[in-house]
């Protein structure tokens, strides 16, 4: 069965430095999501993109986040300069066209920030 | 605000006995979707009742929306040790955003 897969699985970084986390979708999904879930705590909506665009974006996803899809593949998202609370476990997920379609979930990077 | 509370927030059951789980919410939806997330894992997608929709089955697992009560159930059947991990349930509303709830983690007992 198809799969959305993350990379890396976990990732360690400074505080103030950059990091992308990479996602493959499901590959005739139209519909990307990123989500976080910091330890013991409720899964968040971060953003949905569609058609190369944003489609809503979440209080969370303020100006340090981006998200790309630079191929026909691939969907990153970027962090500019983390913080501390920034460490999260992030998750990819899409969905196909058509109306009432579950959204398929990767198995998540967990982002550490030092 | 909310959407997608979970009751309860645990339980713990034998093997061969049914696993009730609730999940109520605040606003209107589209549908109504329940997860499961073993420890440390992705979120797997279980089953998705559309708002028109009463009950939906899916092997051992049934699920009801009251949209008046704005409630929704799992009942999982026959549990099995494998059955072990946290349920979540998130609605969707026309922007297509989920929104979860904090989940009830189960314990299966072998």
């Known amino acids: 069965e198809p799969e959305v897969t993350q990379t890396p699985s976990h990732q360690v970084t400074q505080m103030g430095q950059e990091v992308i986390l990479r996602c493959v979708p499901i590959?005739?999904?139209?519909?990307f999501y990123w989500y976080r879930q910091i330890l013991g705590q409720k899964v968040e909506f971060l953003v949905s993109?569609?058609?190369?665009?944003?489609?809503?974006k979440s209080e969370i996803f303020d100006d340090q986040f981006s998200v790309e899809r630079p191929d026909g593949s691939n969907f990153t998202l970027k962090i500019r300069s983390t913080k501390l609370e920034d460490s999260a476990m992030y998750f990819c997920?899409?969905?196909?066209?058509?109306?009432?379609?579950?959204?398929?979930f990767g198995d998540g990077t967990r982002l550490s920030i030092l | 605000s909310q959407q997608g509370e979970e009751d309860p927030q645990a339980l713990s059951i034998q093997e061969g006995e049914n696993a009730t789980m609730n999940c109520s919410y605040k606003?209107?939806?589209?549908?109504l979707q329940w997860y499961r997330q073993n420890s440390g894992r992705g979120l797997v997608h279980l089953i998705l009742?559309?708002?028109?929709?009463r009950e939906k089955h899916s092997g051992r697992l049934r699920v009801t929306l009251d949209t008046s009560k704005k409630s929704s159930s799992l009942l999982i059947t026959a549990s099995r040790a494998a059955d072990t991990a946290s349920y979540f349930c998130?609605?969707?509303?026309?922007?297509?955003?989920?929104?979860f709830g904090t989940g009830t983690r189960l314990q299966v007992f072998p």
């Open positions: 998130a609605g969707a509303r026309n922007t297509d955003k989920l929104i």
């Open positions: 997920a899409s969905k196909g066209q058509g109306g009432n379609q579950p959204q398929h």
């Open positions: 590959s005739n999904h139209l519909y």
């Open positions: 009742i559309r708002s028109n929709e």
């Open positions: 993109f569609y058609n190369n665009e944003i489609s809503e």
């Open positions: 606003t209107s939806i589209n549908n």
